[in-house]
């Protein structure tokens, strides 16, 4: 199963699902769009998931592709994955400002995501891309484990979702 996360911005992620929507995959696909306008035809599309259900689905993944906000990426990588991140861009209006992209080349540099700056390029990642974590990173990085408690604390209380 593949799993797509645009994330609870308030803006539309279009340029991450426009390839998406593009796949020709027999693959389950499930893709949580958020107010985007694109509906794959070939997914499970959903608005939004519980936490419990993003744990649940991302358990389940052979690979996950994601937005760069932290706590989609750093709940794949506490479930030993290692996430497709395509940041949300400033210049298209997905985002304020381009942090998650300084996030996501970051996490690039250490191995513990797969960047992918275009997102043209899907279609031809998804049938290479390996969503396994990376044998040489230490899953106790204590930037990882600190974050991914706080994360999960926080969303696991409030009952709000992704």
Same mark, same amino acid.
């Given at each position: 199963? +593949?799993?797509?996360?645009?994330? #609870? ?9 426009? %390839? /998406? ?13 958020? %107010?985007? #306008? +694109?509906? !794959? ?11 419990? &259900?993003? /744990? ?5 993944? =052979? ?9 989609? +990426? ?8 290692? !996430?497709?991140? /395509? %940041? =949300?861009?400033?210049?298209?209006? &997905? ?9 996501? =080349? =970051?996490?690039? &540099? ?8 275009? !997102? ?9 891309? @390996? ?6 990173? @230490?899953?106790? /990085? ?19 979702? +992704?």
């Amino acid at each position: 199963m +593949i799993l797509v996360m645009t994330g #609870t911005n308030g803006e539309p992620f279009d340029r991450m699902l426009n %390839p /998406v929507a593009e796949l020709d995959t027999a693959e389950e696909l499930i893709v949580q769009h958020g %107010p985007s #306008t +694109i509906r !794959p035809g070939c997914a499970r599309c959903v608005d939004y998931v519980s936490y419990g &259900e993003l /744990v649940s689905l991302v358990r389940r993944a =052979r690979l996950i592709v994601t937005h760069g906000g932290a706590g989609s +990426i750093l709940v794949a990588l506490a479930e030993g994955r290692r !996430p497709l991140v /395509v %940041p =949300r861009l400033a210049r298209y209006r &997905e985002a304020v400002d381009d942090h998650q992209l300084a996030f996501a =080349r =970051r996490l690039s &540099e250490e191995g513990m995501i797969t960047l992918v700056e275009d !997102p043209t390029l899907l279609g031809q990642l998804l049938g290479t891309a @390996d969503g396994a974590f990376p044998e040489a990173l @230490d899953q106790e /990085v204590p930037l990882i484990a600190d974050l991914t408690a706080y994360v999960a604390a926080t969303l696991a209380g409030s009952g709000a979702h +992704i």
